[in-house]
């Protein structure tokens, strides 16, 4: 069930992108941590979502020791916190960004995974705060993971990230779904439930030719209800929520509704 569900969602899910959420590895690749947040205004408390993420499986990383602090033009905002612990692997810390608009540095050390302790490993964000849109701008890169499964089930069917088809979808990802906040939202929310499995699917691809055909053909239908999205206008939240419901509706009837039919026919059938 969490496959076929996927198979619906994943052409908005091809290349996950947040606006307000940012995923980096620390310098010396231990551990990937990913920030998150809503808008941010200057004096005004905000919840930080801090996940910590397996580089490998991207699934949260339990039993971290940590600290982190934040800073604006060298003067301390928040912190540095003593070491602290967290058995989960996620955690929201409210901080207030009290100097004014510009960009704040929030920097991470990481000194312990599992209760094993490690020579201390760091990463930064740069978080803007102000009028503008509240974002994270990466100061080091995630190296790509599509050796070790962090391609996506599309582009692994596909082949190449350059692929007609899924150039087709990053178009319609970034140009229609990620123009609206419910859109934004959407991807938020499902980008944590895909990676639980998506890189296990790719990995299956790449190493068998028949089951990768498989996924090809079951991708098609969906990729011609998609294309729909090109003909209409969307300028409102109802807009992108009414007709992102109708392409799922309609997915959900040629994968569920018309196989379903069939089989109920031709148990009719053997049964008359």
Do not use: W
Not at 16 to 40: C, H, M, W
Not at 47 to 74: A, C, M, R, W
Not at 213 to 232: A, F, Q, R, Y
């Amino acid at each position: 069930m969490k496959f076929l569900l996927a198979l619906l969602l994943i052409p908005l899910l091809i290349i996950p992108a947040f606006a307000e959420s940012q995923t980096l590895r620390t310098d010396k690749g231990a551990i990937d941590v990913n920030l998150s947040y809503d808008d941010i205004e200057p004096n005004v408390q905000t919840k930080i979502n801090i996940d910590f993420l397996n580089p490998v499986t991207q699934k949260t990383q339990e039993h971290i020791d940590y600290t982190v602090s934040v800073t604006k033009d060298g003067q301390q905002v928040f912190g540095p916190i003593p070491l602290t612990h967290t058995s989960v692997g996620t955690v929201k810390i409210p901080i207030e960004f009290n100097q004014g608009e510009g960009v704040y540095k929030m920097d991470f050390e990481i000194e312990g995974i599992l209760f094993q302790p490690l020579p201390t490993e760091t990463v930064s964000f740069d978080i803007t705060v102000g009028d503008a849109h509240a974002q994270t701008v990466p100061n080091n890169d995630v190296p790509p993971t599509e050796e070790n499964g962090g391609c996506l089930i599309a582009t692994a069917a596909y082949g190449s990230e350059m692929a007609p088809q899924i150039q087709q979808l990053r178009e319609l990802r970034d140009n229609t779904v990620l123009s609206t906040k419910s859109g934004i939202a959407f991807m938020t929310g499902f980008n944590q439930f895909y990676y639980s499995f998506s890189p296990g699917v790719a990995d299956f691809e790449r190493e068998n030719p028949v089951f990768k055909e498989m996924i090809k053909v079951g991708l098609t239908p969906m990729l011609s209800s998609l294309s729909l999205l090109n003909h209409v206008d969307i300028d409102s939240e109802q807009e992108m929520l009414g007709y992102g419901i109708s392409i799922i509706l309609l997915n959900i009837g040629m994968y569920v509704g018309i196989p379903a039919f069939g089989i109920l026919k031709l148990y009719q059938f053997r049964k008359n």
